[in-house]
């Protein structure tokens, strides 16, 4: 049985967890075909942005499947975590766009796999957090890194060390979401944002994506540096050379990825 249903709109993608019975929740099984979706995409062209959902308006992702996990043993979880982690850095790795639309609660592991897409956009009944804690475990999907990356450490230690949820207005007002949906309009409003994305040079937005993530933390310098080599990879384009055409004959560039 699939655990995701897949749907295609021009450039991108729509990728649904479906396993709203468990509440979306990370299976091993669930896992493995994340990753094998995330290298097929990555392994071609032809899409550019992803979207990434839960079935259901209850959960996003509840986290980890505690059903399955009271079965394994301390070697499975290990080999569990290892496939976690190489999965979520696959998403991050990738030229190709995620845009994870958090639907309902996102806790633990399914808050690490909205941290490892590009942007998160939000309903307004959505809840986050990295509950680990309260279980006697910590966050070991990257948790405790990414998200101090993307709001800061003082924060980190606030959501990590409670265990607390926020809301889909506190997690924006926090930098954990970028955008909260209207009501009832997650799905357009995420799939909006990456037609958007796709509509741009893929060459370009693969290079800025990586030289933002590569250059952060890294001393102004180094950061730079990254930021010019990551620029020179887009002089030689095809699309470069379209962009300045279409400029000038004030008409929607025609790019395709060379």
């Known amino acids: 049985m699939a655990e995701f249903k897949v749907e295609r709109q021009g450039e991108v993608e729509i990728w649904t967890i479906d396993g709203e019975s468990r509440r979306n929740a990370i299976s091993r099984a669930m896992l493995g075909e994340l990753e094998a979706l995330v290298e097929r995409v990555s392994m071609g062209r032809h899409v550019r942005s992803v979207v990434l959902t839960g079935a259901g308006e209850k959960a996003f992702c509840a986290g980890a499947d505690l059903k399955e996990r ?15 982690r190489r999965t979520f850095r696959a998403l991050e790795r990738s030229d190709c766009v995620f845009v994870a639309a958090i639907n309902g609660v996102a806790f633990g592991g399914g808050t690490e796999l909205a941290l490892s897409c590009d942007l998160r956009v ?13 279980l006697g ?32 207005a ?66 030689k384009t095809e699309d470069r050379l379209e962009g300045l055409r279409a400029f000038h004959e004030k008409r929607p560039p025609r790019f395709v990825g060379r």
Request: hydrophobic share 45%; with cysteine.
């Open 122 to 134: 939000a309903a307004p009944h959505a809840e986050l957090g990295l509950t680990e804690v309260k």
């Open 137 to 168: 475990i910590i966050p070991g999907g990257g948790g405790t890194q990414r998200l101090c990356r993307l709001v800061g450490a003082g924060r980190a230690k606030d959501l990590i060390l409670s265990g607390r949820r926020v809301s889909a």
């Open 70 to 84: 009271s079965t394994m043993t301390e070697e499975e979880v290990r080999a569990f975590l290892e496939s976690l």
């Open 170 to 235: 506190e997690a924006l007002a926090l930098g954990l979401v970028e955008r909260v949906a209207p009501e009832g309009r997650l799905l357009q409003s995420a799939i909006e944002l990456a037609e958007a994305i796709a509509q741009n040079a893929p060459l370009a937005v693969a290079a800025a994506k990586h030289a933002i993530d590569e250059g952060l933390g890294l001393p102004l310098d180094q950061a730079l540096e990254i930021e010019q080599q990551s620029y020179q990879l887009t002089l």
